[in-house]
């Protein structure tokens, strides 16, 4: 039965809940993540709050954004975590983390056991606002980790890889077995840490572009780099940019895109030229 009840509460599939509760796993996560007295530490996803206890107990206050409302309100009237927290009832790929930070005055530290079903599009949504934030722990599929810690020649790197690399340095934490939740998930899971580069080794001139690109090549990532990406990139091109164009996107390194994309920011007609 998928919506095991678990403390009085119904896993919801929607929101594709699964809750944390392995004492093991979650000590590790929260010495992973290290929280700070005087940190501005936001929680996505609290759920149970099996990972906001623990990490709430280390700070004189906290922030988390939680969609079900049900869980919001059980956290509101937490005996201890109550009066500590700032609550967000609301999906938080529509929470603007960059006005937050602003308002707090200083960058955010932000970590979450993310649903599978929304990971990779809220850490699309999250890079839009490294410059905001000071790290980020995240429980994820252990494929999902997998694909941010790629490098180029493994079946696993794809757009992902790219633009989380682009942004941040990656680093794996620790694996997760399903019996560590309740429900059990089906899959394996891993902690992974996110730090946003203070300056980024390969900057471009537009994201967009780098963003286009990426969808390009991985879409048609069985092809070769003269054939998926040859509408923006004569073979001249590639060969002065010393790219081979008989590789494949997953054999392009994060710094080759990004001289793609200068290239191309460059030479806007090209683009033009494909509207």
Known sequence: MNNRVHQGH??????????????????????AIHPQKGEVVVEIGPGLAALTEPVGERLDAMTVIEIDRDLAARLQTHPF????????????????????????????????????NISTPLMFHLFSYTNSIKDMHFMLQKEVVNRLVAGPGSKAYGRLTVMAQYFC???????????????????????????????????????????????????????????????????????ELNIDPTLRAENISVAQYCQLANWLSAHPQTQENQN
């Open 10 to 31: 119904f896993a919801r599939k929607r929101f594709g809940q699964n809750f944390l509760n392995d004492k093991y796993i979650i000590d590790s996560i929260v010495s």
């Open 169 to 239: 340095q990656v680093i794996p934490v620790l694996e997760v077995p399903p019996e560590s939740f309740t429900p059990p998930p089906k899959v394996e899971s891993a902690v992974v840490r996110l730090m946003p580069h203070a300056n980024i080794p390969n900057p471009v001139q537009d994201l967009r572009v780098l963003s286009g690109i990426t969808t390009e090549a991985f879409g048609k990532r069985r092809k070769t780099l003269r054939n998926s990406l040859g509408h923006l990139f004569t073979l001249e091109t590639l060969q």
């Open 81 to 116: 975590l109550g009066p500590k927290l700032t609550i967000f009832q609301q999906d938080a790929m529509t929470f603007d983390f960059a006005e937050y930070a602003r308002e707090k005055g200083q960058s955010l530290r932000v970590f979450g056991n993310l649903p599978y």
